[in-house]
């Protein structure tokens, strides 16, 4: 078990939302790149979405416009909206550092997209 632990997945029907949180002791999100990353059966972990610490973000072209990563430094956590999810969200998501961290990788969340 890493240092990082994701919550708020589940299973969502097309075009449906969720958020997923992680949660981290310390105040790493305050002064690190930060990243949400997926892995989908059968392909390699991918980074979707990162926010630097002065909040500036990217995304992968597949979530840009529905995905959005925040953080909320008070709380030590960090947040990943997804909006119109598609059945080829259907991955694990974990959070990380960027680059990330092979040790602080946590459990990940299980995010299902299927009418």
């Known amino acids: 078990q890493g240092q990082f632990v994701e919550s708020g997945g589940g299973l969502v029907k097309p075009g449906g939302s969720l958020r997923l949180s992680c949660a981290a002791s310390g105040s790493i999100f305050r002064y690190y790149a930060m990243g949400w990353y997926r892995q989908a059966p059968g392909k390699q972990r991918e980074l979707v979405a990162r926010i630097n610490s002065g909040d500036r973000t990217n995304y992968v072209d597949s979530v840009k416009g529905r995905f959005t990563i925040f953080r909320d430094t008070s709380k030590n956590a960090m947040y990943l909206q997804m909006n119109s999810l598609k059945p080829e969200d259907t991955a694990i998501y974990y959070c990380?550092?960027?680059?990330?961290?092979?040790?602080?990788w946590g459990q990940g969340t299980q995010i299902t997209v299927s009418s």
């Open positions: 990380n550092e960027d680059p990330p961290v092979f040790a602080s």
